[in-house]
């Protein structure tokens, strides 16, 4: 076999690859989707360097807690998962310097304050009032004073 049908196919095979990894993605989104409560929202991993650490993703309501999954992975559970009652809003920002380029278009970076330090997230304006919402809306007998 000459090596130019060597590369024909080695090159066929990576373009199936790449189709398949594009189906699985849109796949998943759409599974993740399925029972309502996911909206755009990216995660600061790190905060060690001023405006980098930012991962794109997903996030999904699932009662009591925020669930967010990474949007280039195919990979069915949350990479990381949040409590109601262990959140506390604690502010809002526009993104700065390389912060713009990173996250969605027209997004505000929230941090929320936790017991095991903060946490920052990047969401539209409107799932940042659905956000808002999730969290003042605790069931009964919650403390409140916490």
Known sequence: MAWWEWLLDVSGIALLLLLAYGV???LRRRILAR???TFEL???LRNDTAGRGWVLGMGRYSGEKLEWFRIFTLWPRPKAVWYRDQLMYDGRREP???EQASLYPDH???RCAMRS???EFAMSPASLTGFQAWLEAKPPGTDWNR
């Open 24 to 26: 699985g993605l849109v």
């Open 35 to 37: 029972h309502g409560g």
């Open 42 to 44: 990216s995660h600061r």
């Open 96 to 98: 700065v310097g390389a």
């Open 108 to 110: 505000v970076v929230i």
């Open 117 to 119: 330090g903060e946490v």
